[in-house]
């Protein structure tokens, strides 16, 4: 869907780095040199217990339609260095014209519950066109995932309630909102207020009206009766305009009329105020007059820590909307991931295992060519342990703690488990079958189901066990002792 919202190839969906870096490849005779990238996250978002991987969809997209277009490399002839000259070789420009890509792409499924230094995509192709990848695969998975996490904090809280996103008026710009539309209804959310998105997407659309419907008529109950004459089918009444609990007896006057005509008033909407206490006295007063199925909708800069507050008040609240700190991830609006090589192919034609070194621990890479195998029992899922593929597993496995080497576990050859990536892409070709956006969403809440519930706490969440297999901690190791010793 994203080659739908711009009417342009998005080859230049990119740093410029990674143009020079590109070029210096080509220059070099490494572009074909086959290599390996990772694409993960270091730290959960929101200080939370649990991620959720979202943007396959729209990577697979992208990868399918990767090209340049005479004006991309028209601009990109353009470009000049510092003294003044072109930064790049017409034979150069010829190179990305004719390029076709021929990566192999490993991914875990949209929607599936993932944690820090899990590889989410695996690249292996050309150095070069792996490059090339970096920064549009991280700026479609970041985002996405940042966002369907935060949807899925929200739902947490809400359980069997409606929960509808409101946020594109409050969005970074129109891409962000049809993004974070997208990531949000994943998450969790029931329905969204942005039609386009509702177009593209499949998503189940919702909305009111304003304040603006009310205060353009003489008095309230005309802007009600109004609105439910001509659409009588999708009543809601926003009550808070000028007094919230006149507002609550206007609209029952109005969801009267409505039953007379054979319809009923759908819910009643506050968008201010104490929040708890009006939404108690609204369902008193709805309750007395006979609409007990009348929904109350509370919306107003709302988050899962004001929505968790609001239960434990006895809100009567039974939709959520909510808008800004959603959709642009109030809280926390990045999510940090990075894209780092992994291993590279030498003359023999054998990998070459690559670690990018640091004085902090928390990005020091991983070498090898990474899978995540899950492992489970009867209650659930118990641990993550990313192994190297071209290292076989053998009998029983032992994983270690990155972090702490004194900390593992084993697990037979006999234990449950699944590995995490699968393929997408083999050689530049779509090999993969992407669920529905509804089976992605329904595939979240099948993935937190299995978890201990401490892991989806919000303060100080339980750490789920994630290490590396016992070969692979050694490889990182000795990677390391010989970088630090300069060899």
Request: with cysteine; charged share 25%.
């Amino acid at each position: 869907m994203i080659n739908r919202l711009y009417d342009t190839s998005l080859g230049l969906l990119t740093d410029l780095y990674q143009l020079t870096m590109a070029y210096g490849y080509w220059k070099s005779g490494k572009a074909e040199q086959e290599a390996v990238f990772n694409l993960y996250f270091r730290k959960h978002p929101f200080e939370g217990g649990f991620t959720i991987a979202c943007g396959l969809s729209s990577v697979i997209d992208y990868l399918n339609e990767y090209r340049f277009d005479e004006d991309d490399l028209e601009y990109i002839a353009s470009l000049t260095g510092n003294d003044g000259e072109k930064l790049f070789e017409p034979e150069f420009l010829d190179y990305l014209r004719k390029m076709e890509l021929k990566c192999s792409v490993d991914a875990v499924p949209e929607g599936t519950v993932v944690f820090p230094n899990e590889p989410l995509l695996r690249i292996q192709g050309p150095i070069l066109q792996c490059q090339l990848l970096e920064t549009p695969l991280l700026t479609l998975i970041n985002f996405q995932s940042l966002i369907a996490t935060k949807a899925a904090r929200m739902r947490l809280v809400a359980k069997e309630d409606t929960l509808l996103e409101f946020g594109l008026r409050r969005a970074q710009g129109p891409d962000g909102g049809m993004t974070a539309s997208r990531a949000a209804y994943i998450g969790g959310c029931d329905a969204t207020s942005n039609v386009l998105a509702g177009k593209l997407y499949g998503i189940p659309v919702k909305g009111t009206h304003a304040h603006s419907w009310v205060m353009s008529f003489d008095s309230e109950l005309e802007a009600f009766e109004t609105y439910a004459r001509y659409m009588p089918n999708n009543v809601t009444l926003l009550v808070d305009t000028y007094d919230s609990l006149e507002g609550v007896e206007h609209a029952i006057v109005v969801g009267n009329q409505l039953r007379e005509r054979g319809y009923d008033l759908g819910a009643i909407r506050l968008d201010s105020g104490d929040l708890a206490y009006l939404s108690i006295e609204a369902r008193k007063l709805l309750d007395e007059a006979g609409f007990e199925k009348t929904g109350i909708v509370a919306s107003n800069d709302l988050d899962e820590y004001i929505m968790d507050s609001l239960k434990i008040q006895g809100a009567r609240i039974n939709i959520w909307g909510i808008g800004t700190k959603l959709v642009t991830a109030f809280d926390q609006p990045a999510l940090g991931g990075v894209f780092k090589l992994a291993a590279i192919k030498n003359e023999a034609d054998e990998w070459d295992y690559k670690l990018k070194l640091s004085e902090q621990a928390i990005k020091v890479s991983t070498p090898g060519i990474q899978q995540v195998r899950r492992y489970k029992d009867g209650k659930g899922y118990i641990s993550d342990m990313i192994f190297n593929i071209e290292t076989p597993l053998v009998g029983k496995s032992t994983m270690v703690d990155p972090y702490d080497f004194t900390r593992n576990r084993s697990f037979s050859d006999t234990a449950s488990y699944e590995d995490l990536l699968v393929p997408v892409f083999a050689d530049g070709q779509l090999i993969y079958t992407l669920p529905s956006i509804h089976e992605t969403r329904d595939r979240v809440q099948e993935q937190l189901s299995h978890f201990h519930k401490g892991t989806k706490r919000f303060v100080n969440p339980h750490t789920y066990p994630v290490g590396l297999e016992k070969q692979l901690f050694d490889l990182k190791t000795e990677l390391i002792v010989k970088l630090r010793a300069g060899e």
